[in-house]
Antibody
Framework: EVQLVQSGAEVKKPGESLKISCKGS????????IAWVRQMPGKGLEWMGT????????RYSPSFQGQVTISADTSISTAYLQWSSLKASDSAMYYC??????????WGQGTLVTVSS | QSALTQPPSASGSPGQSVTISCTGT?????????VSWYQQHPGKAPKLMIS???KRPSGVPDRFSGSKSGNTASLTVSGLQAEDEADYYC??????????FGTGTKVTVL
């Protein structure tokens, strides 16, 4: 079964760093683009960027360029999304998803990030 | 890039049809036949319902169909059922391995 399993919910303070993960199984992880998508509370989906694990080619939405870092480790079939200094406005649900052709399937279960002092 | 425009809400009675629009530009929706649609139930992850404008993945009921004309794509749900009540999002390829999502539409089954 093709599956993406994300790391658990996080509660952080403003200014802290964070790295969340997305582990793939059931497919050749290194040869599929993996996307990260943000969903703020009560809001819609926002494409943040994607990474091709095989060569770490990474593309960012202009809205997220410089705000987050996307990376991957092919040895453990895992993609990452990280922040160096969190803000309250980073509080959201974050999903990873496998890019198949030019759509996204399947999706991870989501990681809820809460940033609060 | 700006989000694709969808109506905030749509509704229909059981058995009826509902159509959701998704309007972009010639740089995304109009430029590629790579529009996809996702269903999201409350508290759940999105699920792919339509790929490449009109292709239904295995397991998706044939009540769901997609189309495109110019810069606007559409998702039609025929024979509405209670379980179709959810949020729906379109997405389009926007070139150079970039993507954009729609603003989302809440479908209510009356």
């Amino acid at each position: 079964e093709v599956q993406l399993v994300q790391s658990g919910a996080e509660v952080k303070k403003p200014g802290e760093s964070l790295k969340i993960s997305c582990k793939g199984s059931g497919f050749s992880f290194s040869t599929y683009w993996i996307a990260w998508v943000r969903q703020m509370p009560g809001k819609g989906l926002e494409w943040m960027g994607t990474i091709y694990p095989h060569d770490s080619d990474t593309r960012y939405s202009p809205s997220f360029q410089g705000q987050v870092t996307i990376s991957a480790d092919t040895s453990i079939s895992t993609a990452y999304l990280q922040w160096s200094s969190l803000k309250a406005s980073d509080s959201a649900m974050y999903y990873c998803a496998r890019r198949v052709g030019n759509c996204f399937d399947p999706w991870g279960q989501g990681t809820l990030v809460t940033v609060s002092s | 890039q700006s989000a694709l425009t969808q109506p905030p809400s749509a509704s229909g009675s059981p058995g009826q049809s509902v159509t959701i629009s998704c309007t972009g530009t010639s740089s995304d929706v109009g430029g590629y036949d790579y529009v996809s649609w996702y269903q999201q139930h409350p508290g759940k992850a999105p699920k792919l319902m339509i790929s490449e404008v009109s292709k239904r993945p295995s397991g998706v009921p044939d009540r769901f169909s997609g189309s495109k004309s110019g810069n606007t794509a559409s998702l039609t749900v025929s024979g509405l059922q209670a379980e179709d009540e959810a949020d729906y999002y379109c997405s389009s390829y926007a070139g150079s391995n970039n993507f954009v999502f729609g603003t989302g539409t809440k479908v209510t089954v009356l």
